[in-house]
């Protein structure tokens, strides 16, 4: 089984791939998306994911998301602080060309709104959307940045429960799903530095972000908190 951080890599070279493949033949807007909760006790973690899992896919359905987007990514993450978790959703959104022109754009607040209505509660959220341009992280620092993380999360356990066995931990949608089928029929187990198309700068972008999501579930004993 590989470790939490040996999955992450692995996840974020496929993810830059399925991201260079959908640049080369159509212009789309990036977004990366975490949607959570913050701070579960251990015994409300089951029912939260179960409520989390329902709600995501209930916020994928709403119009104003699914006119703008063409698929997904998501990802599971669990992070547990002291005796408190904190689930999160990660999402890789490809959205329609004409995202940030006009009725399509959705603002952050927003998000937040169509989290809160899909969960059907209103405290404890966690919604962060970020943008992908290419601006952020330039290709000479790419490998840099791996190789950093690497040295820092190799240290990170990835915690042995009950609370996941059973979790999808991660899935794909439309565009992104496409692309990923055709990744697999290509058989192909695994993607080298050498395959990635390491001059788009937004995929680029998007691995260095992915490399902070894990499946799975995994304990911080970094965190500030735990001080």
């Given at each position: 089984?590989?470790?939490?951080?040996?999955?992450?890599?692995?996840?974020?070279?496929?993810?830059?791939?399925?991201?260079?493949?959908?640049?080369?033949?159509?212009?789309?807007?990036?977004?990366?998306?975490?949607?959570?909760?913050?701070?579960?006790?251990?015994?409300?973690?089951?029912q939260t994911l179960d409520k989390m899992l329902i709600g995501f896919n209930r916020l994928c359905k709403y119009k104003s998301v699914q006119q703008a987007n063409l698929?997904?990514?998501?990802?599971?993450?669990?992070?547990?602080?002291?005796?408190?978790?904190?689930?999160?959703?990660?999402?890789?959104?490809?959205?329609?060309?004409?995202?940030?022109q006009g009725r399509y754009y959705i603002k952050h607040d927003n998000w937040i709104s169509l989290w809160s209505r899909a969960l059907g509660i209103?405290?404890?959220?966690?919604?962060?959307v970020k943008v992908v341009n290419g601006k952020e992280d330039k290709r000479e620092i790419f490998t840099e940045k791996l190789l950093t993380f690497r040295e820092q999360e190799s240290e990170i356990p990835l915690l042995k429960s009950k609370i996941i066995t059973s979790r999808r931990l991660i899935g794909y949608?439309?565009?992104?799903?496409?692309?990923?089928?055709?990744?697999?029929?290509?058989?192909?187990?695994?993607?080298d530095m050498d395959e990635l198309c390491i001059n788009d700068a937004i995929a680029n972008q998007a691995f260095v972000n992915m490399?902070?999501?894990?499946?799975?579930?995994r304990e911080d004993e970094k965190n500030p908190f735990l001080k």
């Open positions: 089984m590989l470790e939490s951080w040996e999955r992450t890599v692995e996840l974020a070279y496929v993810n830059h791939h399925v991201i260079a493949e959908v640049n080369k033949k159509q212009q789309v807007n990036w977004l990366l998306v975490d949607l959570g909760l913050e701070n579960i006790i251990e015994e409300q973690i089951n698929g997904y990514f998501r990802m599971l993450d669990i992070l547990k602080i002291g005796d408190m978790y904190r689930p999160r959703i990660h999402i890789l959104l490809p959205m329609i060309k004409s995202y940030f209103e405290d404890g959220l966690y919604v962060k949608s439309k565009l992104l799903k496409n692309v990923m089928e055709q990744f697999l029929n290509e058989n192909k187990s695994h993607l490399l902070n999501w894990h499946p799975g579930l």
